[in-house]
């Protein structure tokens, strides 16, 4: 079976299959009987063992629009909590012949751990510092949507502005990754403490000084502190981090004039952003992230589950 652990595994081909793939569920998704069959007695189970509104929320919507039957599993309430290991729990959720399994877990790696272990397509809904790829794929196609380009388009000399814990951000691995292979011009800006070492290596400008790095960005993606992850290394008090590196209306004039302002969620008000700029009527994409973040699942919840159902297009993800 193919999974999709991460970004790094796709093609570019293949990030552009995905998204040309969800275009027609985003029309799908617009109409007033939102539902498909095409997964029709398919059972596909989320596995949560991190907390998660967005991605957990538009793979339960996914997968019901397309007709399957939607199970959750939330660790804080499973046999998790009773110290069953990561690999036991995956065997169990294998006994019951789930068709896909969507996992959100704490530690770098453990989706693959899991992909390897059980005989259904396993899907990465964020895993430790790692992965997001299903995030990746909904924000390149908001971004394409925002920019009126075309199916098929890519995103050649978009420039692009990441802001924020790029340290611990899965998101701002997986985006990197995926704009990078679609042609887009990257910054990343963040305090030194919460800067990759080897981020350069990754093709990407790197900036410490939010104004230098926002000028000429066309996307201005903002991400949460991931004080979570931080262990007590560097946690800058709020007040600084916004004087620093907060995205305020201000601000945003340092950037293109049409800038557009991203943030994957959940957002820390007043801290990386301002809600001036996350409310903001035409600057700001936020919503349309979400939005686009039920049809990218339902694109990749179809395409990973077509060999199941021996249907065309099983291959359209060849490689891994
Ligand atoms: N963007 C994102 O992954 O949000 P959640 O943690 O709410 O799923």
Known sequence: HRDLTGIAQLARHEILY????????????????????????????????????????????????????????????????????LIDTAMTLNAMRADAIVIRHGSSGAVRLIAEKVDCPVLNAGDGQHEHPTQALLDALTMRHALKLAPGSDLNGLKVTICGDILHSRVARSNILSLTAL????????????????????????????????KGAQIVMMLRLQQERMQGQFIPSPREYRYLYGLTLDRLAKADPAALVMHPGPMNRGIEIDSQVAD???????????????????????????????????????GD
């Not at 011009?185 to 230098?212: K, N, Q, T, Y």
């Not at 919503?287 to 297009?313: F, H, K, N, S």
């Open 18 to 85: 995905l998204l040309d793939e969800a275009e027609q569920w985003v029309e799908l998704n617009r109409q007033s009987h939102k539902r498909a069959e095409v997964l029709s007695g398919l059972t596909i189970i989320n596995a949560f063992f991190e907390n998660s509104t967005r991605t957990l929320l538009s793979f339960e919507i996914a997968g019901k629009r397309l007709g399957a039957d939607v199970v959750n599993m939330h660790a804080a309430t499973s046999s998790v909590k009773k110290g069953e290991t």
């Open 183 to 214: 042609g887009a011009d990257i910054s990343v800006c963040a305090p030194p403490a919460l800067m990759p070492a080897d981020i350069e290596a990754m093709g990407v400008r790197v900036f410490h000084d939010f104004d230098a790095a926002l």
């Open 280 to 318: 903001h009527p035409t600057r700001s994409l936020i919503t349309d992230q979400v939005e686009r973040g039920v049809a990218i699942r339902m694109a990749c919840l179809d395409v990973l589950t077509r060999r199941t159902r021996r249907v065309p297009g099983w291959d359209a993800l060849s």
